[in-house]
């Protein structure tokens, strides 16, 4: 036989043998059962010497994240003021999940040459019913400053007089909560909340001014912006709701009580407290809500001194694409701790939104009584948008 053939013959063997098995790659490792005292792996081809980014390493825990959020743009007129364009909101909100109980959620604000955060929270549920929530959060005080208070939310293009010093919006505060919602029977609910945070502010400028005109600057419209606290006591806070006939289209209602207390010099002797009770009634396409609240204000056994009050009562009529609101405010605030002004308003406006993304509304807004010389009619459009 050839040395030709004796070659091929042997090239056939080797084909024809089983090939040699190859190892298969190690599975990847999986960063959530690596030892806690252990170092992070580093994702393959990424060499593992810091040069993974946080974002890339925080991708490997499969987080679920989403962006959303909302913005509006007013232009607002009067006769004794210049009209005036005022992009008031563009506020991004970022939500993350991790695992079925563990969220956490921020929102900023943005506006012309400053970023803000509103509130950075996370939610862990315990048990059905109850959620704790910590880190800077927005107070649960009546349906107002947590719940209706956004664009998207609120139909008007103007807030309640009382939203500007009896009860301040938005107000935030950083610390502990537990709150939660059950049903208590066929088309009821109760919910609730009950929070510790920093507490409240001693006002440091504003107050008592000449040019008083009611709302921000005042004693308790500084309660928003304060984040460490400047005594140990902190403040403590509840709020209890129920919701009745929820199923119904005729005859749902909401109504809440809430309460927050805390002492706001640096010394810890004065206190600040606030009662709260806000009710909301369904009737087809008409809405009825309102809210009231009664602040306090002193030291020792006076600390319980009625200060400032105020409420709101609105009626809102809809009929997609279209809603009409009419609303009545009453604020009695204390400029500089001094005399009662009495502060009334009666509002209307109407809407246009064709869905949840866009709407646009027009207001104007009338000053009633002699306890406001000065004041005069305003009027106000507002573009709304949410992404």
């Given at each position: ?6 070659s ?8 024809a043998?089983?090939p040699?098995?190859?190892p ?7 960063i959530?059962s690596q030892?806690?005292?252990g170092p992070?792996?580093?994702p393959?081809?990424?060499?593992d010497d ?12 499969k ?22 364009f ?5 506020n991004p909100i970022l ?8 969220s956490?959620?921020a929102?900023l ?9 509103e ?9 059905p019913?109850l959620?704790?929530r ?7 005080i ?7 208070h956004?664009?998207?939310r609120w ?9 500007e010093e009896?009860v ?8 502990l ?5 059950m ?8 919910e ?6 920093n507490?409240l502010?001693?006002?440091k400028g ?8 009611g ?6 419209a ?8 400047n ?20 005859g749902a ?7 927050v207390?805390g002492a706001f010099d ?5 206190r600040?407290s606030?009662?709260?009770v ?12 309102g ?6 204000l ?5 600390a319980f001194?009625?200060f400032?009050?105020?409420?709101y ?6 009929f ?5 609101s009419?609303?009545y405010?009453?604020?009695q605030?204390r400029p ?5 002004v ?5 509002a209307?406006?109407i ?7 866009w709407g646009?509304?027009?207001?104007v807004?009338?000053?009633l009584?002699?306890d406001?010389p ?11 948008f949410?992404f």
């Amino acid at each position: 036989m050839s040395a030709g053939a004796l070659s091929l013959i042997s090239l056939l063997a080797l084909a024809a043998a089983e090939p040699t098995p190859v190892p298969a790659p190690a599975p990847e490792e999986d960063i959530l059962s690596q030892p806690s005292d252990g170092p992070m792996p580093a994702p393959t081809g990424v060499k593992d010497d810091g040069d993974i980014r946080f974002g890339e390493a925080l991708s490997l825990l499969k987080l679920e994240a989403s962006w959303s959020g909302y913005g509006d743009i007013n232009f607002t007129w009067g006769p004794h003021t210049p009209s005036s364009f005022d992009a008031s909101h563009f506020n991004p909100i970022l939500l993350a999940r991790v695992g079925d109980r563990l969220s956490a959620e921020a929102e900023l604000e943005i506006s012309a040459g400053s970023i803000g955060v509103e509130y950075v929270i996370a939610d862990f549920l315990v048990v059905p019913g109850l959620t704790v929530r910590a880190g800077r959060f927005i107070i649960p005080i009546g349906q107002y400053n947590e719940v209706l208070h956004p664009s998207f939310r609120w139909n008007m293009v103007s807030k309640p007089l009382m939203f500007e010093e009896v009860v301040p919006s938005t107000w935030t505060g950083t610390g502990l909560q537990a709150r939660g919602n059950m049903a208590l029977a066929a088309g009821t609910r109760f919910e609730y909340a009950l929070y510790a945070f920093n507490g409240l502010a001693e006002n440091k400028g504003g107050a008592g001014t000449e040019a008083y005109e009611g709302g921000d600057g005042e004693v308790l419209a500084s309660f928003r912006s304060n984040l460490p606290d400047n005594n140990s006591d902190k403040a403590l806070g509840a709020r209890v709701g129920f919701s009745l006939l929820g199923d119904q289209t005729y005859g749902a209602t909401k109504i809440g009580f809430s309460a927050v207390s805390g002492a706001f010099d640096a010394a810890g002797l004065e206190r600040a407290s606030i009662v709260d009770v806000d009710l909301s009634i369904r009737l087809g396409a008409l809405t009825l809500r309102g809210e009231a609240a009664q602040n306090y204000l002193g030291k020792g056994a006076e600390a319980f001194t009625p200060f400032e009050k105020g409420f709101y009562a609105q009626a809102i009529v809809r009929f997609d694409p279209f809603n009409v609101s009419a609303r009545y405010d009453f604020a009695q605030e204390r400029p500089g701790e001094g005399a009662p002004v009495n502060r009334r308003q009666a509002a209307a406006s109407i809407g246009y939104a064709p869905n949840n993304l866009w709407g646009i509304r027009a207001e104007v807004a009338l000053p009633l009584g002699a306890d406001q010389p000065n004041s005069s009619p305003k009027l106000a459009t507002m573009l709304n948008f949410s992404f």
